[in-house]
């Protein structure tokens, strides 16, 4: 069992890393963001519960986050081991997350950071667009789709979040330095950190985070 956590500003290229990480080492991907837009998709109890603070670009109150992803990692097939991209965002959260991998053997074994300077964060930020269908991200700058508004992958529909608004980019910005950024020295302080920088095409970036992952564990995959 190997468990991932990936931390990083909004627009750091967290979610792509994450997602091309996952496919590369075969593991399991969960994105506490994606979940939570299939739930507003899908207007479900807990996507009504989330809106509100999504549209806000504020964090969704733990009780409702901690539960929903406790209950996607008690999935089978999330035994050996996971990727987690957006969770945890904060101490509260990292710390239920600690205690929910208790059990001997199960842990979280390692975290990247992935980093970039802010004023690259607001750019990519304001040129992404997303496929409604299978979630794959794109930049209309440095890698638009072969055809207008259509996923290369899947055919489904781009869209622009709503939280990619420049007011609420900003927002999302400031709860991440004050809420999230903290996890870093807590991850740190436990040994378990990787700094990555986040610049560069994706293969780059990709190559940097597997090269931070202990070697043995790749090659049982
Ligand atoms: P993301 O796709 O990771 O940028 O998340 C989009 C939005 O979902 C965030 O701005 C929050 O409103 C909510 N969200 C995602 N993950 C979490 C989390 N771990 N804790 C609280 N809210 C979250």
């Given at each position: 069992m190997y468990n991932i956590v990936f931390v990083g500003?909004?627009?750091?290229g967290k979610g792509t890393q994450a997602s091309m990480v996952a496919r590369k080492l075969n593991m399991v991907h969960i994105s506490s963001g994606d979940l939570f837009r299939q739930a507003l998709e899908q207007g479900t109890e807990l996507g009504k519960q989330a809106k509100a603070c999504m549209e806000r670009g504020v964090l969704v109150p733990d009780e409702i986050t901690i539960q929903m992803v406790m209950e996607r990692l008690s999935?089978?097939?999330?035994e050996k081991g996971v990727i987690l991209d957006?969770?945890?965002?904060?101490l509260t959260q990292a710390e239920a997350l600690d205690s929910a991998l208790s059990e001997p053997g199960k842990t979280i074994d390692k975290v990247i950071h992935i980093k970039a300077a802010e004023a690259e964060l607001i750019r990519r930020l304001s040129a992404r667009w997303l496929c409604r269908q299978c979630q794959a991200v794109y930049n209309m700058v440095n890698s638009p789709p072969k055809?207008?508004?259509?996923?290369?992958?899947?055919?489904g529909e781009l869209y622009q979040r709503p939280d990619d608004k420049p007011e609420t980019v900003k927002k999302r910005l400031g709860v991440y330095f004050a809420e999230t950024a903290p996890l870093i020295d807590y991850y740190r302080r436990q040994g378990k950190l990787s700094e990555v920088a986040g610049e560069g095409s994706m293969e780059e970036v990709t190559r940097r985070i597997v090269s931070a992952l202990p070697e043995e564990k790749l090659v049982t995959r």
């Open positions: 500003a909004p627009g750091a999935a089978p097939d999330c957006g969770f945890p965002r904060n055809v207008a508004g259509k996923c290369d992958k899947c055919g």
